[in-house]
Each structure stands twice: as C-alpha cells, then as structure tokens.
C-alpha cells in the first residue's frame, strides 16, 4: 500500500545548527504535504504545509522543499533552539477523490548544548 | 481562545468496560477526526466526520463507535470489543474534507486498560 516514511528515526543536533529532516513518499499523486511537530505527551502542532505545484515554501525559522521527481519532502529548521525538540513527522494526501491524510511515523529531533 | 480540547487528559479502564472520550472544538470546522497513536508508528485514522450526523469509519474502525450530533463535538467510545485499547488518542478538525485541508490537532487522551 501507499506509505508516507522518514529516513531517519533519531536525529541530534548542536543548537544553533541548523536541522534537515527527510520524508520519502511512495504515490507519485499525492499533492498535498504537511509537516507537524509533536512534543513529548501533546498532540501534534501543524508547522508548514506545500501543495505539489511548489518546490519550496518557507515559513518562520523552517523551509519544506518538495522534490517531485524523487517522491521526497524535507524540513528545514535554521538556528535550531532546545524548544525545537520533538517529534517530527510529514503527511500527505490528495491522491485520490476518497484521499485520506496519511502520516510517517516521525523522527526525533534532540538538540546538544 | 480558539481550539481544540480533549478530556480527560489519562484515563484509566478495566478489561470489559466501555469508555467515552470528548472532543470540543470551537473554531467551527466542519470536519471532525479521531486518529489512534501508537509508538513507533504514525497516527492511523479511527474514524471521521466531514458534517453533522454523518460518519465514516477509517481503517482501524473495530471496537470503537463515534456519534456527531452537534458540529463542534465528535465524542469518541471505546468498547469493550477493541482487542487493544492502550493508546494516544488523538481527535483533529479541519475547515473542510479529507482531501487537502489542513488538520488540527487536540491535545490528547492517553488511555489504559489495567
């Protein structure tokens, strides 16, 4: 079946340094991204969303780039904070008239001191 | 202050016993969600409601039962048939259908079968 995945499950990072979080997804149809971040023990929080007709979108401190050609999604956080410790995980949907959003399974970001 | 609220926040339930979790929202979406979390694993859709007094199950639908009488609550139960209840539940809301708006998301129920 169709899977929305992330390459890697852990990823730590020197505050201040800037984070990349990667996100393949298998339906050359799907048009519709998100990235949500989840803390320990909360719901998700929506971060920044891209339709396929972009390549790149940037919000405050995070930028999503969207490759088509290789089916893969990105995450961008720059000067990354403590506050940015999380779970990050990407979403698609779109692809179909009965499309539902479907969800990776997330990679942990952790920030060194 | 615009949202969306989950109670209880930990719910504790004995083998054999239904149980009820809320979802309010108060930001007038017509959609309604609840999505089961487990860890390791990405959020897998229970069931959903794109307007009032209609519902869908998704693709974890078994031993579990919603009801969407008003717009802004789409309460959630739990029964007794649901083979493994332990979990994050987790109940989102969106302006419009499944397809491509955005959804979000409440805080939470984490609910324990002793």
């Known amino acids: 079946g169709e899977s929305v995945g992330l390459h890697l499950p852990t990823l730590s990072v020197q505050e201040g340094d800037n984070s990349i979080i990667n996100c393949a997804y298998s339906n050359s149809a799907s048009d519709y991204f998100i990235w949500y971040k989840q803390e320990s023990g909360k719901g998700p929080q929506f971060i920044i969303d891209i339709r396929s007709n972009m390549d790149k979108r940037q919000g405050q401190r995070v930028t999503v780039l969207l490759n088509k050609t290789v089916k893969h999604l990105s995450l961008q956080i720059a000067a990354t904070q403590p506050g940015d410790s999380a779970v990050y995980f990407c979403a698609e949907s779109g692809y179909s008239s009965a499309s539902k959003i479907i969800f990776g399974s997330g990679t942990r970001l952790s920030i060194r001191p | 202050d615009g949202g969306i609220t989950q109670s209880p926040k930990y719910l504790f339930r004995k083998e054999g016993q239904n149980v009820t979790l809320s979802c309010e929202q108060n930001l007038n979406h017509d959609a309604m969600y609840w999505y089961r979390q487990d860890p390791g694993q990405g959020l897998r859709l229970i069931y959903y409601?794109?307007?009032?007094?209609?519902?869908q199950k998704g693709d974890i639908a078994e031993g579990y039962s919603v009801s969407r009488e008003k717009k802004e609550s789409f309460p959630l139960t739990v029964t007794s048939a649901q083979k493994n209840p332990t979990a994050f539940y987790l109940c989102?809301?969106?302006?419009?259908?499944?397809?491509?708006?955005?959804?979000?998301f409440g805080p939470g129920t984490r609910l324990t079968v002793l």
């Open positions: 409601s794109q307007i009032v007094n209609d519902f």
């Open positions: 989102a809301s969106s302006d419009g259908g499944l397809e491509s708006d955005t959804q979000y």
